[in-house]
């Protein structure tokens, strides 16, 4: 931890254009505030804001970006370490202390967390007047880093093939419509993220962007409808993002139906996603075929990384930035071989895998630039190492199980002789959904 100086500096007065913000994150139900801290720094004109879980954290993370925040961490396991991974890579721009207990810096992943996603940590009980100077020192250092936009434009708007230039031109002109939008790509292209970026260049950024899986609802059967209208008012005016509509069950379509044809006051945006072509699925009678018939007209496809390959290098330097936290030191670039194993790679994964494999290379790599074995793949004219042919052979057989199961999770891991929570973390870690 970073020794306070002598004289603890006090956070300076608010500028002209308001109050600096900080976000609090209690990352688990067991974690108190620590209140006369927050309150000193609300004293010395910080504006804080209180969620009460990771997700909450993403959420409000989507609507507003926060220079600071602050991460209560109680207790620790791998768990929660994945949900606080998910948090700090929301929000690239954002320098984040934690503040846990003493004995946690005996714990080895404990540490490795704090290394890579934290600019500095308190143990507590919190030292106020230490952890005002921790803050402002924080705050001075996002200050230095481009404006974040949270996870609503990352990836997506960034390229230079024709084919995404055509889709920032869309996105920017339909962000202000209010008719619903059905998104549609691969796995891991980026659907949800233009969801986000419709919102977010909208006038709807200032009420919520509410998150509905389909898979989800399916497994309500015929309580999806209610549980689709709780959503729909939670929104408000702002946008429902409902992923993969094509998992929808039948009852949850026919809401759908009814909101379209105007027999249900929606103030929300509805953004759907799907990654099958739904006019196929309506003619097999698996799926609603006016409710097809409503969404194709605004329908949009995002292209696989593999057809727009020259989005390929700026995508990888994004993500570069993207995966360094504020304040810490990481590799600034690629090695020429590295960069040319990137371009070559057919991206199965999209997006997904590409921001994936970077993110991994940044805590593995050891240098100032990112070497080919770092990122998992193979150098151009070079055999696989055998860690590469043992990752490719992993993700071919969780893809081939997956296949054969019909997508179901718990039958694929009963074939590969995994628990389903280990296929699972398999699945994310090589970006299969």
């Known amino acids: 931890m970073r020794s306070p100086s002598a004289k603890p500096c006090t956070p300076a007065a608010p500028s002209a254009a308001g109050p600096r913000e900080l976000l609090y994150v209690a990352t688990t139900p067991d974690a108190r505030a620590p209140r006369p801290a927050l309150e000193a720094l609300r004293a010395a004109g910080w504006r804080v804001h209180r969620v009460t879980s990771p997700e909450g954290a993403r959420a409000l993370l989507v609507r507003r970006p926060v220079r600071v925040g602050l991460l209560h961490l109680p207790r620790f396991d791998l768990g929660l370490a994945q949900s606080v991974q998910a948090v700090v890579e929301a929000a690239p721009g954002t320098a984040w202390v934690a503040l846990l207990d003493r004995r946690m810096l005996g714990m080895e992943p404990c540490r490795r967390l704090i290394r890579r996603a934290c600019f500095d940590f308190h143990t507590l009980p919190v030292d106020a007047r230490r952890l005002a100077a921790t803050v402002g020192h924080a705050h001075g250092m996002a200050a230095l880093h481009p404006a974040a936009e949270g996870t609503a434009l990352r990836g997506l708007l960034v390229g230079d093939s024709e084919a995404i230039h055509r889709l920032r031109a869309w996105t920017l002109e339909a ?110 009678h698996a799926f609603s075929a006016e409710l097809c018939l409503l969404l194709q007209g605004r329908a949009v496809e995002v292209p696989p990384l593999r057809a727009r390959t020259a989005d390929v290098r700026p995508l990888a330097l994004h993500f570069l930035e993207l995966a360094r936290p504020v304040g810490l030191a990481g590799p600034l670039g690629y090695t020429r071989r590295a960069m040319d194993a990137l371009r070559a790679h057919d991206w199965p994964g999209n997006v997904r895998e590409l921001e994936g494999r970077v993110r991994a290379a940044v805590r593995a790599a050891a240098g100032r630039v990112i ?20 990752i490719a052979a992993e993700r071919a057989a969780i893809r081939e199980a997956l296949a054969v199961a019909g997508g179901n999770v718990t039958r694929a891991a009963h074939m590969l002789g995994i628990s389903r929570a280990s296929l699972y973390r398999l699945m994310a870690r090589h970006g299969i959904e």
């Open 175 to 284: 962000a202000e419509r209010a008719e619903p939008v059905l998104v549609a790509g691969e796995a891991g292209v980026g659907k949800a993220r233009l969801g986000y970026a419709l919102h977010m260049l909208s006038r709807r950024r200032a009420h919520r962007l509410v998150e509905v899986e389909g898979a989800q609802l399916a497994r309500l059967g015929e309580a999806a409808p209610r549980a689709l209208e709780r959503a729909r008012l939670e929104a408000g005016g702002g946008t429902l993002l409902l992923r993969r509509i094509e998992r929808l069950p039948e009852a949850a379509q026919r809401e759908l139906v009814r909101w379209l044809r105007g027999e249900v006051q929606v103030a929300a945006r509805l953004v759907c996603t799907t990654r099958v072509v739904l006019r196929e699925r309506a003619l097999e």
């Open 371 to 390: 070497q080919v074995e770092a990122l998992g793949l193979r150098g151009p004219g070079r055999l696989p190492t055998l860690a590469q042919a043992r």
